[in-house]
């Protein structure tokens, strides 16, 4: 008799980050799919912190404005070809922020390119449909 394996259920934490032009940041995860920085919520640490530090390591952003809390949502984990891998289920929790940053030095080797779009080319970029949907609704609200 089969299992029917019930997903991970993890809990993440990122940001929609504003520099002086308008521009998005997004970043490029494990070299195969872009995404708004974010990442898992670490034991002892509240979303706002996780979120600061995510945003950090992905993009090498310190100096962050925090403007307000955008919202959550869930979303199957981005599969190895592009596609959803089930395994995983995040809780992804969002955050609004501005930078007077231009330069994005990323620290995480797993995360290696960082890059500031205009909004509707970081709309397309964005590799997960949920990911998509997201900002654009955040992205009529503000």
């Known amino acids: 008799m089969e299992s029917n394996k019930q997903p991970q259920v993890t809990f993440s934490a990122g940001g929609v980050v504003f520099n002086k032009k308008g521009e998005l940041l997004i970043v490029n995860q494990r070299g195969r799919s872009w995404s708004l920085p974010k990442g898992h919520i670490e034991k002892d640490e509240d979303p706002l912190a996780a979120a600061r530090r995510e945003i950090y390591e992905e993009s090498g952003l310190k100096d962050l404005k925090y403007i307000r809390l955008l919202g959550s949502y869930q979303r199957a984990r981005i599969g190895l070809n592009g596609g959803e891998n089930r395994s995983e289920l995040k809780n992804i929790t969002f955050f609004l922020f501005e930078s007077d940053a231009e330069k994005l030095q990323p620290v995480d080797p797993d995360n290696p390119e960082a890059l500031w ?5 970081a709309v397309e970029l964005l590799t997960h449909p949920k990911d998509r949907e997201f900002l654009l609704q955040v ?3 503000i």
């Open 139 to 141: 992205l009529r609200e």
């Open 117 to 121: 779009a205009q909004r509707e080319k």
